[in-house]
């Protein structure tokens, strides 16, 4: 952990036109994340990421609902690449996008 600037996991998904798009989740190393990587606990690690979505700690869900929020993907999509542990979330979110209201976080800048 001590020369890690910036972790990048991406994947290729296929968007609703049928094109493929990238889905990706970035984690900027700073001094609280390099803490929790040396002692190994993913865990922490994701809560910290899900707790501090303004801080450049885009998760998969967040990018999952950027993009459904961008017209790019579905809803079933969302469901099929989302973490399954967070359904609940993924379905408020998904919700709040069908009502009109973005979540602060999709409109931060990649």
Known sequence: SGVLKCVVFQQLIKGVDGNLIPLFEILDVTEPVR???QDANMKALRNFMDQNPKQRYTTLDCMLIR???EGKIDEATVYNYGNS???EW???QIGMVKRGIIPDYVKIPL
Do not use: P, Q, R, V
């Open 85 to 87: 542990n967070k359904k």
């Open 67 to 69: 993009l459904f929020a």
């Open 90 to 92: 993924l379905d408020t």
């Open 35 to 37: 803490a929790l990587i």
